[in-house]
């Protein structure tokens, strides 16, 4: 997709998170893989549900703020999935209430909290999502932890903060980041209940067709 499009595009999939809650306020930064190696990122305390697509903060490919409003203080959390999986083309990261409400969670199994209870979970998730232990908004030492937490999943929680998502595309990174807190809802309003989930074979079998 080309600059002006992905601009449009991030503007527009922002909005529609926003309108239906998944963010709040200035909270969440989206950004995407340009064509030429760079990346367009949300700008620091920006609201996503009022992105002006010409003030997207740009970034060159080592993460330089070149152009637009200044970036979302989390470049270091969008950098560290970026180096991690050379596939993702888009990182999103939400305060979304359901999936920021498991990374609140002390006794879960810090590997997967949420168990395989849709197919659309470990299509679009992945089946994954580790929690990564809580660091201050922006502070750069996540960097590496969320690497190498990256390294082998598409989505992971930070502890007290939110999920963090990435894509192909800023589409599939959007839909993978809307699964995921559908899935954190059921989760929670499934909890303390007698779960039938998927098996391991119905799970290998979805990552085959679908991952
Ligand atoms: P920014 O406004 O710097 O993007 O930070 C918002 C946020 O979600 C912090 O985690």
Known sequence: ????????????????????GHAVGSAGNISARLEDGGYLMTPTNSCLGRLDPARISQLDSEFRHIGGDKPSKEVFMHRA?????AEAGAVVHLHSTYATAVSCLADVDPACPIPPLTPYFVMRVGGTLPVVPYYRPGDAAMEPAIHDAALGTRALLLANHGPVVSGASLTDAVYAAEELEE???????????????????????????FG
Do not use: K
């Open 183 to 209: 899935s954190a809802r059921l989760f929670l309003l499934l909890r303390g209940q007698n779960l039938r989930t998927l098996s391991p074979d119905q799970v290998r079998e979805l990552l085959s067709v």
């Open 1 to 20: 997709m080309n600059e002006a499009d992905l601009r449009q595009s991030m503007s527009e999939l922002a909005a529609s998170l926003f309108a239906r």
């Open 81 to 85: 999935v970026y180096r991690a999986r």
